[in-house]
């Protein structure tokens, strides 16, 4: 039998599965769950499932992992729709969405970034799946090969392309950056179990959970600065939402933005070490990069939402590759995913795709049914979404200040949390007033431990020989790139200056 | 008319709509809560004060997905097969800093409270000397000694080292040029390649150890021939052998492992063995009357059926103590765990 008719078979098998009737079901109540969690702060996927294993017990593997595999993606969609409305990201992975998201929506057209996000998602859910098919096996080669070096040039790479970010105060960007790295350092250092910058508190030991400060730099800051504003301002948006349809030139921009956003996010969640937070930030920075208006960035580019929305839908199907072909949980979520797969006695591995094809195939076709399911369920509700605009301000944000801080709560049942995400909003308050850009800071949070740990070991297995970050060619090639990155920009203004 | 009665239409729905959404986020919210049942046939009955009187909690002071948290929701799904506690179990994620957060919000939190419990295990021994806890160990009321888990040595499919010798050949002749990866540092996999490196004559803080957040971060390491060398869980790793990628060349244990032929650290020629033990404690102040009646829930449990195929499962060997000789055997490891974290650097 040829490979492509085996292929077909097993698609056939695994939709007849997962269109099952009490599947189909399962799948639905996981994307609206998913999408729940993911509009609210804090509570991730990761969580969700590992709430949800006890009460599937019972049931049928192939069932429960329709069911997670819904959350999933339900839950990478769905961080989206606060950070478009209130830039209020529920998950690291939105923050990028944020910024070009919020934007749209106090010019009026939050129901057109709503859309790109949804529809991107889709595409990107389809496409990463597709991946995950065809490509599974080979991945495993780039997966593994990928040692601390070469993480340790993609964080170079994430952090050089995303200078741009900064706009025109380049200083103030620095700052906000090197702040970020600070905060990254907080807690326990993995590498010699020393608590650093904890200050004898022991709630600063696990050091600050990226959620925590993201909800507390953006949602409660954004709050703050409402509250400080006198009542009569005129920033209301003048049109709320906004039609919900793409333009003609929304699409021409969105569609090559989703598949650069697809491309980036599937290959960096194939990565164990990376996640769906670094691929949004990587996309944001193509996107930025190769925009003919750069400065549009920040102030309402829809690309800068198409992007990174199909990046971090990507990466979780990425991510899935080394769950399903080696084992590896490469994200909090495919952690939880793997505790599930030994809970039923099933070993992830190469053996499972052909011990347990009704399973694997079930959950391959499943993620298709859950992208369609997400795109019905999820463009018209953008209607819905958009009027939540039409809510007074004061009461919209109160609500935002309640879910925020339940979100945070229930992350570990932790009052100091909360804490910290009150000061983290008041930091952001002034950061604000200063005119100190925040999604710098959170990229530095996320990067600066990746950074530091792959650097350290590194250098440690090196016996402390730096070289290896130019001998070793996967690492060399993309730190060229990181340089190039901020050389070649300087280079072409210089130029356009003399002329 | 009709024009005029649309867009109360249209906001009607939108509120059922949104009424419908806060409703599936609050059943997202809720769905770790279960009612609360009659207490069924097989339920032991409650003390002389109505303990217990409501769900128990069992902290699992660890993330999602780690071995921790993975024993907590084993312990949880037999407690509810079995349905010997008569009342709903939950588990509660508290993780960081090695298991030193949960401890201490057991301990300050839900003192005399016996509905909460606690996953602990020897790891968290370790992080309790290197973190400078404020609380210990010795601040909680123990109640069961669970599983021990072993830990195996594993080189890269390609690496040049067939036997356990070998590698230990090279890591005597060049300490530092062995690069070994295992989880973070000051835990058990870490206390491994200390005690290895003692056992061979090697100053163990020459020991070249590359921290990681876990296992499978660590078996990447391994896979992709980054390290040496790596040391983890033997139920964790075992299953990696079958990717063709990483070669196991010993296991922890004093004997080798039913059902499997990797040699045996002793067989390798260092005198050395260790358990990775899981227990759980009780918070400190409940009464003996509750204390007693939760040890015997545990020992009904771990008699269960459901429980021993949980164990053969996942690898992990019964070990299960309690009473004196538990607090015998807690005193022992602390002893040993200190004394390594010391010889390796990380305690002074």
Redesign the interface.
């Known amino acids: 039998m040829s490979a492509l008719a085996q292929l077909g078979d097993n698609l056939a098998l695994g939709f007849s599965a997962a269109l099952a009737p009490l599947n189909l079901l399962l799948g639905l109540a996981g994307v609206i769950m998913g999408t729940a969690i993911g509009v609210l702060p804090g509570i991730g996927p990761a969580l969700t499932i590992s709430l949800l294993l006890p009460l599937t017990f019972g049931m049928d593997p192939v069932g429960a992992f329709i069911l997670f595999g819904g959350i999933y993606y339900g839950a990478m969609y769905g961080g989206s729709t606060t950070s478009i409305l209130v830039r209020m990201p529920g998950e690291a992975s939105s923050v990028m969405t944020a910024l070009d998201g919020y934007a749209m929506t106090r010019q009026g057209r939050g129901g057109a970034a709503l859309a790109t996000a949804a529809i991107g998602s889709f595409v990107a859910g389809t496409f990463a799946t597709v991946m995950l098919m065809l490509m599974a096996p080979a991945l495993v080669e780039v997966a593994l090969g990928f040692g601390p070096t070469e993480y340790f040039a993609l964080m170079m790479l994430a952090l050089t392309a995303l200078s741009g970010m900064a706009g025109h105060a380049p200083a103030k960007g620095a700052f906000a950056t090197f702040l970020g790295l600070a905060i990254g350092t907080i807690g326990i250092d993995l590498q010699t179990g020393q608590a650093r910058f904890t200050f004898g508190v022991p709630g600063l030991l696990g050091g600050l959970n990226v959620v925590i400060v993201t909800v507390g730099l953006f949602a409660v800051g954004e709050v703050f600065w409402h509250a400080a504003q006198p009542r009569t301002s005129g920033e209301e948006p003048a049109q709320l939402g906004g039609p919900v349809r793409l333009t003609r030139e929304d699409w021409r921009r969105s569609v090559p933005a989703w598949c650069r956003g697809t491309v980036i996010g599937f290959f960096t969640g194939v990565l164990p070490g990376a996640g769906a937070t670094v691929a949004s930030f990587l996309s944001y920075a193509a996107e930025q990069r190769v925009s003919r208006t750069p400065e549009e960035f920040g102030r309402g580019a829809i690309e800068g939402v198409a992007g990174p929305e199909a990046a971090n839908n990507a990466s979780a199907g990425g991510s899935l590759v080394p769950l399903l072909a080696l084992g590896i949980p490469g994200s909090g979520t495919t952690a939880v995913m793997l505790a599930a797969f030994q809970m039923y006695g099933l070993q992830p591995g190469p053996l499972l795709f052909t011990q347990q094809s009704g399973l694997i195939w079930g959950l391959i076709a499943s993620l298709y049914v859950s992208n369609v399911l997400l795109l019905v369920l999820n463009l018209p509700l953008i209607r819905v979404w958009v009027r939540l605009l039409q809510v007074p301000r004061s009461l919209l944000f109160a609500a935002v200040l309640v879910f925020a801080t339940l979100g945070v709560y229930s992350l570990n049942n932790s009052v100091f949390d909360v804490v910290v995400v009150y000061v983290l909003g008041v930091m952001a308050f002034f950061m604000r007033r200063h005119g100190l850009p925040l999604a710098p800071t959170v990229l530095g949070v996320v990067l600066g431990p990746l950074l530091e740990q792959h650097f350290r070991r590194a250098m440690a297995i090196s016996g402390g020989d730096p070289t290896v970050f130019f001998t070793r060619p996967v690492s060399a090639a993309i730190l060229a790139l990181a340089v190039a990155v901020l050389v070649v920009p300087a280079i072409v203004r210089a130029r356009a200056a003399r002329h | 008319m009709a024009r005029m009665v649309s867009p109360l239409w249209t906001d009607r729905v939108?509120c059922v709509?949104?009424t419908a959404?806060l409703g599936?986020?609050a059943?997202?919210?809720g769905?770790?809560g279960s009612a609360t049942t009659e207490r069924g046939a097989d339920a032991l009955e409650a003390t002389s004060t109505d303990y217990p009187n409501g769900p128990i909690t069992i902290i699992a002071p660890a993330?999602?997905?780690?071995g921790w948290?993975?024993t907590a929701?084993?312990i949880?799904?037999v407690l509810?097969?079995v349905g010997v506690l008569g009342v709903p179990v939950e588990?509660?994620?508290?993780?960081?800093?090695?298991g030193?957060?949960g401890l201490?919000?057991l301990v300050t939190r839900h003192r005399n409270n016996p509905h909460t419990l606690m996953v602990f295990g020897q790891v968290m021994l370790?992080?309790i000397r290197?973190?400078?806890?404020?609380v210990s160990i010795v601040d909680t009321v123990p109640l069961a000694r669970l599983l021990n888990e072993y830990e195996v040595v594993a080189v890269p499919a390609d690496a040049p080292y067939q036997t356990f010798e070998e590698l230990i050949d090279d890591f005597r002749r060049n300490p530092?040029?062995i690069?070994w990866a295992g989880g973070?540092?000051?835990g058990i996999d870490h206390v491994l390649v200390g005690l290895l490196a003692l056992a061979a004559g090697i100053d163990p803080s020459r020991v070249?150890y590359?921290?990681?957040?876990?296992g499978?971060?660590a078996?990447?390491?391994v896979?992709?021939s980054?390290?040496s060398a790596g040391v983890s869980g033997f139920g964790e790793w075992k299953?990696?052998v079958?990717?063709?990628?990483m070669r196991l060349l010993a296991v922890s244990a004093a004997e080798r492992i039913d059902g499997d032929d990797t040699p045996t650290i002793r067989e390798g020629g260092l005198d050395v063995a260790i358990a990775n033990w899981r227990g759980i404690v009780a918070p400190p102040g409940i009464d003996d009357e509750a204390r007693d009646w939760l040890v015997a829930a545990l020992s009904r449990m771990r008699d269960s059926e459901a429980w021993q195929e949980i164990l053969r499962?996942?690898e992990w060997e019964d070990s299960f103590l309690t009473g004196d000789a538990l607090d015998r055997f807690l005193t022992e490891e602390r002893a040993t765990a200190d004394e390594v974290l010391r010889s390796i650097g990380?305690v002074r």
Do not use: K
Not at chain 2, 242 to 245: F, M, Y
């Open positions: 939108t709509v949104a959404l599936a986020a059943l997202a919210l769905c770790g993330n999602p997905g780690g948290d993975q929701r084993q949880q799904q509810t097969e588990v509660v994620n508290r993780g960081g800093a090695g030193t957060i201490s919000d370790g992080a290197t973190n400078n806890s404020p530092e040029g690069s973070s540092a000051g070249n590359i921290a990681h957040a876990g499978g971060e078996a990447v390491a896979m992709g980054h390290v299953s990696y079958g990717t063709g990628r499962t996942n990380l």
